[in-house]
């Protein structure tokens, strides 16, 4: 699956767990299964391998659908593209899904998950 996306204003909880994600408007007949996913990202034709999430987010009590992807490997070069994506078209094509959306007791829980699920997407997506 394809699709385009512009970036929305997030809670900004990525950022302080190790993982900033850029949030995504969720396009129009959005049919994605909830869940994590490998996603390969386009922005300005600068290509990422990224962990993406679409659903609620159970660990902080949202039953509203987010979608946001963290951007695996992006290099202090990338920063400043990442840092002004104001109105940037940005590319996502699903590579795997990899597990459905969890409830975590703890935070550090779903850190530690996330640390596994990039663990996985690096593996897949055969980056090292």
């Known amino acids: 699956m394809k699709f385009e996306s512009t970036q929305i204003i997030g809670k ?3 950022k302080p767990m190790g993982f900033p994600t850029i949030n995504l408007k969720i396009p129009e007949n959005f049919e994605l ?3 994590i996913y490998a996603a390969k990202v386009v ?6 391998v ?7 987010v159970p660990t902080f009590g949202e039953l509203q659908k987010s979608l946001e ?6 290099k202090q070069a990338d920063y400043e593209l990442l840092e002004n994506l104001d109105g940037k078209i940005i590319k996502i ?3 795997k899904f990899l597990r459905d959306i969890i409830k975590f007791k703890l935070v550090e829980e779903l850190v530690k998950q996330i640390g596994e699920d990039v663990k996985n997407i690096k593996i897949i997506t055969n980056i090292f």
Request: aromatic share 10%; glycine share 18%; proline share 4%.
């Open 93 to 95: 094509e699903i590579i």
């Open 12 to 14: 900004g909880r990525g």
């Open 43 to 48: 922005i300005e034709n600068k290509t990422f």
């Open 50 to 56: 990224g962990a993406l999430h679409y659903g609620p």
């Open 33 to 35: 299964k909830n869940g």
């Open 69 to 74: 992807v963290y951007l695996i490997e992006a």
